[in-house]
């Protein structure tokens, strides 16, 4: 099994966050660090370390990041603007904490995502 990680401790409630939902599957909270006026992460309550851990019997889990990312946009009021969602793997594709999480990120105009 991975390590505990930081979420483990939120989703526990070891450590405080400001808790925005949280249900049998996956726990949402602000992020510490905005990249913009909304910005939430939305974990799985599940350790998955990376998108490469992802197993079959995850998919109703990982289905409810994205219903959980819709409720919460709507409730932030930037779902008829737009957001984005972002979940990055490994080192390469930026991720920071080894728990699987959802970036949802928006408020602002975020302009085209550079793919070079």
Same mark, same amino acid.
């Given at each position: 099994m991975a390590e505990e990680t930081i979420f483990s401790k939120i989703i526990n409630k070891d450590i405080p966050a400001d808790l925005l939902y949280q249900d049998d599957l996956v726990t949402a909270f602000r992020d /510490?660090? +905005?990249r913009a006026p909304s910005h939430?992460? /939305?974990? +799985?309550n599940k350790?998955?370390?990376?998108?490469n851990d992802v197993e079959a019997e995850d998919e109703a889990m990982m289905g409810r990041l994205f219903?959980?990312?819709?409720?919460?946009?709507k409730e932030e009021g930037i779902a008829e603007d737009g957001y984005r969602l972002i979940v990055n793997c490994n080192s390469h594709g930026g991720q920071e904490v080894y728990h699987i999480h959802m970036?949802?990120?928006?408020?602002?105009?975020?302009?085209?995502?550079?793919?070079?």
């Open positions: /510490i660090n +905005p939430i992460l /939305i974990i +799985p350790l998955i370390p990376t998108a219903t959980v990312a819709r409720k919460l946009a970036h949802l990120v928006g408020g602002r105009p975020l302009g085209p995502l550079l793919m070079s």
